[in-house]
């Protein structure tokens, strides 16, 4: 059993139901972007698993990457890091229904800047660390 496929629909209806962020991205979210998508686009990526086990209750712990790709010239990170914002008040310390499971929390853990290698795709990545309850 895992809480990976509901924790991604839960990020995807929070991110998508939001009329401000939708609008700041184009209305482009995915899990996987289409070949030669227009800049900016947010990808929800990777999640990595853990199951825990404690006295009297049993779930997962989900590290999820949300990943912004902007293509912004002299504009910098700042577009990319202006959708973190966007996307941290929209996941940050909230709790989403799961089908099956009770969620405790979402939070950030750790958000990041780079270039790749053309010098002109900024990419950035939100972790979010969602535990849940069986």
Known sequence: ?????ECQKAIYTALSSD????TK??????????TN???????????????YNKLLSKGFEI???IDVYTKTGRLGFK??????????????????????YNMVQCFLESSDTERDEDKR??????????ETVE
């Not at 009329?19 to 939708?22: I, K, L, R």
């Not at 991205?25 to 289409?34: F, K, N």
Request: proline letters at 6%; charged letters at 25%.
């Open 79 to 100: 577009p990319a890091k202006e959708i973190q914002v966007e996307i941290d008040r929209i996941l940050n310390l909230k709790r989403f229904n799961l089908t099956g």
């Open 121 to 130: 795709i900024m990419s950035s990545r939100y972790v979010i660390w969602v």
């Open 25 to 34: 991205i184009g209305s482009r979210l995915y899990d996987e972007p289409p």
């Open 19 to 22: 009329s401000t962020f939708m």
């Open 63 to 65: 590290r999820a990457d």
């Open 1 to 5: 059993m895992s809480a990976q496929w």
């Open 37 to 51: 998508e227009a800049f900016p686009y947010v990808v929800i990526g990777g999640m990595f698993e853990t199951r």
